[in-house]
């Protein structure tokens, strides 16, 4: 039965906690980091490149994968309900699709493709420096 | 033809010397109908080709070539009535509307650096823990110390 909910606990948490260690974390120094939250990290770098973000207001801006780019904010709106809005930037090979719920699908072109390409690789630059440790001109790793 | 019937058919907006203007383009009638010719050309000229092909091999009888060929003609005439104007003004022709800078951004956009992102992940993923967890706590300091007072 322990080895049953113990699988059960690491499909639904991943690795990082067992049978034992339930409700009493373990002490991991060398914790390996996954996948997301690599790309967490990376969102904290991403929402920082449009500069400060008001109090109370949350941002992410990160590269979920090849083709995609995500920009999310959350604000509180003026009767206290928390307003939020996720754009997608899909890259077709006929151009970047902006996906938004409820509104229709565009192409973007002129100033917003082109602070979205600013965006993207001030974004690159930085997550290559400091979180991938590759100089991003010629992808080698920096001493 | 009156206001009704202009909405039915979504009619562009058009000017006196006769001139379409879709909001960004501007295009000639003139040339708007030899790009039509030209087109239905190129069409019927690939049917003939390929009706003639099937027919040398036998895989069409002759008698309904034409009765097929008219077929395809008029589905031509519906499918360019119903999504002629919209496909015009779709994605793809979007690089001809993009301007030269659009297309040089589009590109950064598409390939920013010698190594992708996703490839980055894979290699820090594969790295040694020790490593990764260096790189978090640079990340977060404010996390890690918050961690370590938890310990």
Not at chain 1, 26 to 43: G, M, Y
Not at chain 2, 42 to 63: F, R, T
Request: aromatic share 8%.
């Amino acid at each position: 039965m322990s080895r049953v909910l113990s699988k059960a606990i690491k499909l639904l948490v991943g690795n990082d906690t067992t049978s034992e260690s339930l409700g009493k974390p373990k002490k991991r120094p060398f914790k390996e980091l996954t996948e997301r939250e690599l790309i967490q990290l990376e969102s904290e770098i991403g929402a920082k490149l449009f500069g400060p973000i008001r109090p109370g207001c949350r941002r992410e801006f990160f590269n979920e994968n090849k083709t995609n780019w995500i920009w999310y904010e959350e604000w509180t709106d003026e009767s206290k309900k928390v307003q939020s809005t996720t754009t997608r930037y899909e890259i077709h090979d006929k151009g970047v699709l902006k996906v938004q719920d409820g509104k229709p699908y565009v192409y973007i072109k002129g100033d917003e493709l082109r602070n979205l390409s600013i965006a993207i690789q001030k974004y690159y630059e930085i997550v290559m420096r400091d979180i991938y440790k590759r100089d991003h001109v010629t992808g080698e790793p920096i001493n | 033809m009156s206001e009704q019937d202009n909405r039915m058919f979504k009619i562009p907006p058009h000017t006196d010397d006769g001139v379409l203007d879709d909001g960004e383009n501007i295009v000639s009638i003139n040339d708007l109908k030899r790009s039509n010719e030209r087109n239905k050309d190129l069409k019927n000229e690939v049917v003939e080709i390929s009706l003639h092909q099937a027919n040398s091999e036998n895989i069409i009888p002759y008698d309904d070539l034409n009765r097929l060929k008219s077929q395809r003609n008029d589905i031509d005439t519906i499918y360019s009535q119903a999504v002629g104007y919209e496909e015009a003004n779709s994605s793809s022709q979007l690089l001809e509307t993009m301007d030269r800078d659009d297309i040089q951004f589009y590109e950064i956009i598409r390939k920013p650096g010698p190594v992708d992102l996703d490839e980055a992940r894979r290699l820090m993923v594969e790295a040694h823990p020790a490593y990764q967890a260096h790189i978090a706590e640079m990340l977060n300091p404010k996390k890690s110390k918050k961690r370590k007072k938890a310990a």
